[in-house]
């Protein structure tokens, strides 16, 4: 994701939210050697103040490393259901609130175990799968 915000100088009339994004910033000035933890999802802006600076990010996730980026979602859902029409987007709404964003034993507790499928907790067993069957249906 990107901002076209310039940050020294904001267009309020052309981005009037960021306004109220400036009024909930915080700024830290890094010395030489500092480092800062920016959690996940938060959104952020790096500026360089002076002529030679480096600049090193290591992207810690808190789930284990079969679990791949949702971004890979992201990109699959404006793929597949940005530009459907309204009515469907809001039926898949929907269907991602229950399966995906609800409570995860709501979608799966009534089912057997052996039924459950990719409703089952993910392992690396479950991630493979999903994965497998992915590929095969993008590279048709």
Known sequence: ???TV?????DFDRH????????AARTAE???GDAIFIPSMWWHQ????????????????SVPAYIP???HALHHALWTLRDRPQREKDAWREVFEYYVF???????????????????????TMARQLRAMLIGKLNR
Do not use: C, K
């Open 1 to 3: 994701m990107v901002s």
């Open 46 to 61: 790096v500026e360089a103040l002076d002529d030679f600076n480096v600049l090193v990010n290591y992207w810690w996730s």
């Open 6 to 10: 310039d940050f020294g100088a904001p």
């Open 102 to 124: 609800g409570p995860a034993a709501q979608a799966r507790d009534h089912l057997p175990e052996a039924a459950r499928g990719p409703l089952a907790p993910i392992d690396d």
């Open 16 to 23: 009037p939210r960021f306004r109220e994004a400036w009024a």
């Open 30 to 32: 890094l010395e030489p």
């Open 69 to 71: 980026t949702p971004m």
